[in-house]
Each structure stands twice: as structure tokens, then as C-alpha cells.
């Protein structure tokens, strides 16, 4: 298909047309002929003497060669182009739904890191996902962080760089120090309708805590059941800890079972390649997406057939001035 990436530039097609009518004809002026009885001779005749000049006459064929030429020239001026048809490219893909817990206990430092550092709850979370992030090229993504409610960080998307930049820039209580899980199952729940995906698939990493929920993570996880949504839970933390730090597991292993899904402790590596081996196995779906229309420059043929054409009028005009001066 062919296109102008400057069409506004046909305009200037009409600017010699504006100026013929504008512009008075170009006269050159001549000296004429001076002769002692001019005075005397013009009396006698009637007439009056005044400046003269001579307009050069043009043959229309001339001009509209010569107008042929200016639109070529705007021609290349707008920039043809040649839009070949749209290259779109099938892509399969999963839809995934990650949780992260943002909650006061999360502040909590009693995980080791692959470096046998001792770090915070939310820092080992941001290890993990990294990983996952990492893995999951090509699959559309979605974040939701959770406190005292839960939000929508990330909306589901390919883009996992930006989804990696949003989860590092997060950090806890910035969502309200209470935990909210069973919200977050909701609001996840809320998301997923709007995905065709068949398989759906939420991991959650938390400490299981759940201190500030409308709706408790039980309930929550039995509708996501029934909505056909699997919950894989990463429990990050210490089970041997007291009061709001400890990891309840318990609480945890039961949101994923009541929706087959699967439980692992964030330390345990060689357990957490089964979400990936499961990931793996759920059912994709293609999305179609146009990556780019290829286009071709074209300017150059208006402006060679222009430079060409050129070449020979003038060539011709030369010709024909050697031949007047040769009968002369």
C-alpha cells in the first residue's frame, strides 16, 4: 500500500500556480535604437514616447513540462512509502497472578538467602520471584500486593521487566501493616475474569498471618475453587517463631489444597522447581500480535525520473542553440 509520511507537502503543488497569478510577467529591458529625428518622427505619428521591454513568450508544453517537474519534486518531498501488510506473530502464552505480602511481619529477618545471609521476609519473596520473572519469558504477568487491603501493582502483562522494577520498588507497610490475604485471593479472583485463559494459576508468598481480611483466606480460596483457579502458596518465614512472626503453615497448606494446588517453604529450592515444572504443564493459549509494518522508501524514484528528465531538456535546449548557431 502506498503512503506519504509528509502528505501535508502537496500543497506546495499549487505555489507556482498562486505565483503566476500574483507575480507580475518577468520583462527584460533593451536598449533601444537612438536616432536624431525620434522626437520629430514621434510627433508627427500622435504617439508618446515611453520605456519599453520585452516579455518572453512560453510555450505551454514548456510549462507544463516544467510544472511536471515541481510535482515530481513535492513528490519526493512527501516521502513515499511502501507499506508492506502487517508481519503478526502467534505467540502462546499463560496467564500467572503473583501475591505478595507487604505486611508489618514481612519486616521479620529470619530467612537465608542463597549467599547464607540473613535477610527479611520481603527481601527473600523478591529473591524468589526474581527467578521466577526470570523463567517466564513470553507468559503475561500480574501483581498484587497486600497489608491491610490488597491492590493491583502490576495488571497482567508481558512486559516482566517492568513487572520485576514495580516489585523491587515495593516495600512493607506500604500497604498497612496488617495482612489481608484472603482480600488479595479476592481481588485475584476479580482479575482472572477478565483473562480467557482456561488454566489459571495465583502463587502467593506470605507468612499466612492473616490479621485484616473482609472475607478469611478459607473462604476465599473455596471461591476461587469453584472459579477454576489454583493457588500455589510459598510460605516464607519461620514456623518456630512466636506470635504474629510465626509462619502458619497450616493456614497456608490449606488454602492450597481446598484448590489442588501446592504448598512449598521459600528455603526449600529443589521443592519450588515444581511450580515451575507445573507451570509448565497448564494450558496455553495464542495471542496474536502485530509487531510491526515494514516500510520501504520510495523518494528516490520521483527525484531520479525529475534529475533524469532534466537532464535531457537541457540537453535538448543545448542542441537545438548549436544548431541556430551554426545556420547563423
Request: aromatic share 8%; net charge negative.
Amino acid at each position: 500500500m502506498l503512503s506519504f509520511l509528509h502528505p501535508w507537502l502537496f500543497v506546495l503543488v499549487l505555489l507556482p500556480l498562486v505565483l503566476w497569478k500574483v507575480l507580475p510577467a518577468y520583462r527584460q529591458a533593451r536598449q533601444a535604437v537612438r536616432v536624431p529625428w525620434f522626437h520629430r518622427v514621434s510627433k508627427l505619428v500622435g504617439g508618446t514616447p515611453s520605456e519599453g521591454a520585452v516579455v518572453a513568450e512560453t510555450r505551454w508544453l514548456q510549462l507544463l513540462f516544467r510544472y511536471f517537474l515541481w510535482i515530481l519534486l513535492v513528490g519526493a518531498l512527501a516521502r513515499p512509502q511502501w507499506v508492506e501488510p502487517a508481519i503478526s506473530r502467534v505467540t502462546p502464552t499463560r496467564d500467572l497472578l503473583l501475591l505478595v505480602d507487604l505486611s508489618g511481619s514481612m519486616e521479620t529477618k529470619d530467612f537465608t538467602n542463597k549467599k547464607g545471609e540473613q535477610v527479611d521476609r520481603l527481601t527473600a519473596v523478591k529473591e524468589v520471584l526474581d527467578d521466577f520473572l526470570t523463567r517466564r519469558e513470553g507468559d503475561r504477568v500480574g501483581l498484587i500486593v497486600f497489608g491491610n487491603a490488597a491492590f493491583v501493582q502490576v495488571p497482567f502483562t508481558q512486559d516482566l521487566k517492568v513487572c520485576r522494577q514495580l516489585l523491587n520498588e515495593t516495600s512493607t507497610r506500604m500497604a498497612g501493616p496488617r495482612t489481608a490475604f484472603g482480600d488479595a485471593i479476592g481481588l485475584g479472583i476479580t482479575m482472572f475474569e477478565r483473562s480467557d485463559n482456561e488454566d489459571k494459576l495465583m502463587i502467593a508468598l506470605t507468612d499466612g498471618n492473616d490479621t485484616g481480611s473482609k472475607v478469611p483466606p478459607a473462604e476465599a480460596a473455596s471461591i476461587a475453587r469453584d472459579k477454576g483457579i489454583v493457588i500455589d502458596v510459598v510460605g516464607v518465614g519461620d514456623p518456630s517463631a512466636t506470635g504474629e512472626e510465626k509462619l502458619d503453615e497450616e493456614a497456608l497448606s490449606a488454602v492450597a489444597k481446598n484448590t489442588q494446588g501446592l504448598y512449598f517453604h521459600a528455603d526449600n529450592r529443589e521443592e519450588l522447581e515444581s511450580i515451575y515444572t507445573e507451570i509448565d504443564q497448564m494450558g496455553t493459549r495464542e495471542i496474536e500480535s502485530e509487531s510491526y509494518r515494514p516500510r520501504r522508501d520510495l523518494f528516490h524514484w520521483p527525484l531520479a525520473v525529475c534529475l533524469l528528465l532534466s537532464l535531457i531538456s537541457s540537453a535538448v535546449h543545448w542542441r537545438l542553440q548549436t544548431k541556430e548557431v551554426e545556420h547563423a
